[in-house]
Protein backbone atom coordinates (compact mmCIF):
# COMPACT_ATOMS: atom_id res chain seq x y z
CA UNK A 1 0.00 0.00 0.00
CA UNK A 2 1.26 3.67 -0.85
CA UNK A 3 0.99 6.78 0.96
CA UNK A 4 -1.91 8.92 0.59
CA UNK A 5 -1.66 12.72 0.35
CA UNK A 6 -4.60 14.71 1.72
CA UNK A 7 -4.70 18.57 1.71
CA UNK A 8 -3.85 20.91 4.48
CA UNK A 9 -7.43 22.25 4.30
CA UNK A 10 -6.39 25.40 6.89
CA UNK A 11 -3.54 26.91 5.12
CA UNK A 12 -5.63 26.30 1.37
CA UNK A 13 -8.26 28.11 3.02
CA UNK A 14 -6.35 30.66 4.47
CA UNK A 15 -4.87 31.30 0.37
CA UNK A 16 -7.77 31.13 -1.23
CA UNK A 17 -9.61 33.89 1.27
CA UNK A 18 -5.90 35.89 0.71
CA UNK A 19 -6.93 36.17 -2.93
CA UNK A 20 -10.42 37.32 -2.27
CA UNK A 21 -11.52 33.54 -4.38
CA UNK A 22 -14.91 31.11 -2.97
CA UNK A 23 -13.96 27.59 -3.08
CA UNK A 24 -16.14 27.54 -6.23
CA UNK A 25 -13.64 29.87 -8.09
CA UNK A 26 -10.98 27.91 -7.02
CA UNK A 27 -12.49 24.68 -8.07
CA UNK A 28 -13.05 26.31 -11.65
CA UNK A 29 -9.77 27.63 -11.83
CA UNK A 30 -8.30 24.14 -11.15
CA UNK A 31 -10.66 22.43 -13.60
CA UNK A 32 -12.18 20.22 -11.10
CA UNK A 33 -15.76 19.77 -10.28
CA UNK A 34 -16.92 22.26 -7.66
CA UNK A 35 -18.20 18.81 -5.85
CA UNK A 36 -14.63 16.78 -6.30
CA UNK A 37 -12.65 20.34 -4.63
CA UNK A 38 -15.04 20.09 -1.90
CA UNK A 39 -14.08 16.41 -1.10
CA UNK A 40 -10.81 16.95 -1.42
CA UNK A 41 -10.75 19.82 0.65
CA UNK A 42 -12.70 18.38 3.44
CA UNK A 43 -10.34 15.23 3.70
CA UNK A 44 -13.23 12.88 2.08
CA UNK A 45 -10.86 12.19 -0.52
CA UNK A 46 -6.85 12.08 -1.08
CA UNK A 47 -5.43 13.64 -3.64
CA UNK A 48 -4.08 11.57 -7.29
CA UNK A 49 -0.88 12.08 -8.74
CA UNK A 50 -2.74 14.42 -10.94
CA UNK A 51 -4.70 16.56 -8.23
CA UNK A 52 -1.23 17.45 -6.50
CA UNK A 53 0.28 18.52 -10.39
CA UNK A 54 -3.28 20.41 -11.10
CA UNK A 55 -2.63 22.25 -7.78
CA UNK A 56 1.48 22.87 -8.01
CA UNK A 57 0.60 24.39 -11.16
CA UNK A 58 -2.14 27.06 -10.95
CA UNK A 59 -1.29 30.73 -10.73
CA UNK A 60 -3.91 30.47 -7.24
CA UNK A 61 -0.91 28.41 -5.27
CA UNK A 62 2.03 29.46 -7.34
CA UNK A 63 5.17 29.78 -5.48
CA UNK A 64 3.81 27.76 -2.46
CA UNK A 65 5.56 24.95 -1.06
CA UNK A 66 4.30 21.54 -1.31
CA UNK A 67 4.73 21.21 2.34
CA UNK A 68 2.13 23.58 3.07
CA UNK A 69 -0.15 22.69 0.53
CA UNK A 70 -0.38 18.80 1.84
CA UNK A 71 0.44 16.22 3.92
CA UNK A 72 1.91 12.67 3.19
CA UNK A 73 -0.14 10.00 5.07
CA UNK A 74 1.92 6.57 5.19
CA UNK A 75 0.03 3.54 5.18
CA UNK A 76 0.07 1.39 8.37
CA UNK A 77 2.72 -0.85 8.90
CA UNK A 78 2.06 -4.82 9.12
CA UNK A 79 1.97 -6.03 12.58
CA UNK A 80 3.78 -9.61 13.08
CA UNK A 81 1.46 -12.89 13.48
Known amino acids: M ?3 YFLRTDRVRELADERHLT ?3 VALRLG ?3 AHWSQLL ?3 RALTA ?3 RLILNSAIFAGVP ?3 MWERVAPP ?3 AA
Open 66 to 68: ESE
Open 2 to 4: TSR
Open 23 to 25: QSE
Open 42 to 44: NGH
Open 50 to 52: TAR
Open 77 to 79: LPH
Open 32 to 34: VSR
